[in-house]
Nanobody
């Protein structure tokens, strides 16, 4: 079974940057990939998604212009570059893969596999 492992979370000050990575145990060439997050006391929400055809990244409105999703099928990895972080970006971030598709709000549909999550805390 495909396994996903995230890394790169941590504590950062507002305005700072973090780069999250997710490594898959198997080829992800035919999968859409996505990132989700869950803040304390809130439901898990979509962050960003990219289809298997690498067409473009899709993002939730609150992270557009600040976050960039990318993938390397040769390395079975995906990344989420997060810039200009705010306290509202705090949460546990999860990577996920599935057949997709992505929608224009950055949601990955029909996703079957999840990573264990990595904590991102934005605080001064």
């Amino acid at each position: 079974q495909l396994q996903l492992v995230e890394s790169g979370g941590g504590l950062v000050q507002p305005g700072g940057s973090l780069r999250l990575s997710c490594e898959a145990s198997e080829f992800i060439t035919n999968y859409a990939i996505g990132w989700f997050r869950q803040a304390p006391g809130k439901e898990r929400e979509t962050v960003s998604c990219i289809n298997s055809n690498h067409d473009r990244g899709y993002y939730r409105w609150s992270v557009r212009g600040r976050f960039t999703i990318s993938r390397s099928d040769a390395r079975n990895t995906m990344t989420l570059q997060m810039n200009k972080l705010t306290p509202e970006d705090t949460g546990v971030y999860y990577c996920s893969v599935g057949v997709g598709p992505c929608d224009t709000d950055g949601r990955l549909w029909n996703n079957n596999y999840w990573g264990q999550g990595t904590q991102v805390t934005v605080s001064s």
